[in-house]
């Protein structure tokens, strides 16, 4: 099959680094893996421009359109369209490309078919027109979401006929363990659903180092056994195999979150766990575990927003290496069986072939 993904930016740097096996696949969103399966994939970047018919496209269309679509975005994918008409079927890997490529396909600009991957569409839900416009733009292509609460939310809010959980997965031989002296807890991610004030105040409680590496703002004042490492995927401070490194030293990996249905987390805790390291998530409406990982065996889950919950699960689990690392190795087989980038591939290719045959 001859399949284009769509991408906002930052992969065409990483395609080097992966073919010399210093960077993971799973941000590609499997089409590394289908590529190697023999299908013709294409890879496309938008190329956000300065332009005056943004300004008349917000000006005009803005109080109607998708909360998360704007005219830089629409402009940008319109630039490609005569490269996305020579797919069989587009993967939009945003739901911002997905919506924008709608926005072409309702005009009848393209016709291609399409596959989005969704993520936090209801985290600022519209209402009025712009919930009509937003049902309307989703309506007709097959919608992937990374976990079951997502898609069935959407479906519900939107009164659409279906959508589809494809569970997210990671490139599980770069994530993979090693043996070296484990001297902190980790936590990692960027998103605003983070937490990071409730895992501060359980590192002040249980005085266990933490490394934190985020690009998201923090208080200026933090606790002496709690240090800081900015940086995003964007604009990262280290790349994947330094946070490789970063995974294998750390004696556990923490993930506070928010509540939200968005399932927040995913990667981090596929990451850290494919690396055979024990991880504590937060439990939320967007829980992505659902039956694949089991509470206390592969994963630790804490409720929202209670710091003394949490100081007491990292000191349960720090002063355990045994039940660690029995813990991680339970981890690593579950990631193995169920959170693999090559499963969620296919999900994709499956997702491919239904909106061709509709």
Known sequence: MKIVFLYSGGRAQRVGAIREKRAATEFFYGAIELAQQGHDINFLEIQKAPSSWVTVYNTLFGWMMPIRTSGDDVLAVGQL??????????VATTTTLALAIAIWKKINWIRTPMVGIHCGLLNYPPQGIKRWMTRA??????MAFFARPEAEGVRDFYNLSETIEVPFGVDTDFWSPANFEESYVLSVGNDSRRDYETLIAAAEQCALPVKILTSCSMPPALPSNVSV??????????????????????RLVVIPLHECIQPSGQSVALQAMACGKPVILTRTRGLWTEQKFNDNQEIVLVPERNPTILAQQMLKLWNDPAQCSRMGALARAAVLRVGDIHAFANGILECCNKAIAA
């Not at 369209?81 to 587009?90: G, K, N, Q, T």
């Not at 733009?137 to 097959?142: A, F, V």
């Not at 490492?229 to 750390?250: F, I, M, Q, T």
């Open 137 to 142: 733009l989703l309506k007709g292509s097959p």
């Open 81 to 90: 369209l005569s490269r996305l008409r020579e797919a069989e079927c587009i």
């Open 229 to 250: 490492l900015r940086g995003s995927w964007k604009n990262p401070v280290l790349d994947d195999a330094e946070l490789l490194h970063l995974y294998r030293k750390a």
